[in-house]
């Protein structure tokens, strides 16, 4: 079998995952592309199971997505994922592009992984998977270093959630597509009757378990009048779980 550098995966909007206003929602998105990700890595040899032999797991650190235009419902589109090599020797990167039928570029997104290992739940070195990916050199969706926020501590909250059973994956921990679920539903409904994402950051602090609460605090960025901080802080380990930045397009919502 010739391995594939990049992976391509034809998919459309399906109507279960867009919201009112008939468009696909940005965790929806966010959830095809880390989709796409795990069955390219297990097209290249580090599919679940065999990580687990191994006692590795692959687990996504941050992620960074900017959205060009939203497909609406049943639109086709075309998802193309690949690995572009380690960054800050630390984190194994990949891109994500996402295209219209017509070729436009609907997201750009680039991601930092890292090794852990599953049963001591510690970070392992990138030497530890003893082999390659494709170098994919030169080829970027999104060329962006992947850096930390830091949000302040004072942020106003807008919610508390709770890692219920439907939150919780494979590995025992909040799913990384629902942070940014708990994130739209910080913002409220009348945040996206009046806008949506120009682009997001999210960063993984700390795995959310089973049981835990989070508190999801969110203001105004110095920056500018259309950029947002963000923080998931777990009230049950009181330390912070996920820190977050995102530009906003459109109306800002009265309630922000």
């Known amino acids: 079998m010739t391995l594939q550098p990049v992976w391509i995966v034809q998919t459309r909007a399906s109507a279960h995952a867009c919201d009112f206003n008939r468009r696909w929602k940005p965790a929806a998105m966010f959830l095809a592309m880390l989709e796409a990700a795990s069955d390219h890595a297990a097209h290249l040899g580090f599919d679940f199971e065999a990580m687990q032999a191994r006692r590795m797991s692959w687990v996504l650190s941050r992620f960074r997505i900017h959205f060009h235009a939203f497909p609406v419902m049943n639109e086709p589109v075309t998802l193309q994922t690949w690995p572009c090599?380690?960054?800050?020797?630390?984190?194994?990167?990949?891109?994500?592009?996402?295209?219209?039928?017509?070729?436009?570029?609907?997201?750009?997104?680039?991601?930092?992984?890292?090794?852990?290992?599953?049963?001591?739940?510690?970070?392992?070195?990138?030497?530890?998977?003893?082999?390659?990916?494709?170098?994919?050199?030169?080829?970027?969706?999104?060329?962006?270093?992947?850096?930390?926020?830091?949000?302040?501590?004072?942020?106003?909250?807008?919610?508390?959630?709770?890692?219920?059973?439907?939150?919780?994956?494979?590995?025992?921990?909040?799913?990384?597509?629902?942070?940014?679920e708990w994130l739209c539903d910080a913002l409220g409904m009348e945040a996206f009757e009046r806008g949506n994402f120009a682009w997001l950051q999210i960063n993984f602090v700390r795995e959310t378990r089973p049981g835990e609460r989070l508190s999801l605090r969110i203001g105004q960025n110095g920056a500018g009048p259309t950029d947002w901080v963000a923080e998931g802080y777990n009230l049950s380990a009181s330390t912070r779980g996920f820190e977050a930045a995102f530009g906003w397009q459109g109306d800002t919502p009265a309630s922000l």
């Open 85 to 180: 090599g380690l960054q800050q020797r630390l984190f194994f990167t990949r891109d994500f592009l996402l295209t219209g039928a017509g070729g436009q570029r609907l997201a750009s997104a680039t991601s930092a992984w890292v090794l852990i290992d599953p049963v001591a739940r510690r970070m392992l070195p990138p030497q530890a998977l003893q082999a390659s990916l494709p170098a994919n050199e030169g080829r970027r969706a999104l060329d962006w270093t992947l850096e930390k926020i830091n949000p302040p501590a004072d942020l106003p909250e807008r919610l508390q959630v709770e890692a219920g059973y439907s939150a919780v994956d494979v590995l025992a921990h909040a799913n990384s597509a629902r942070y940014v």
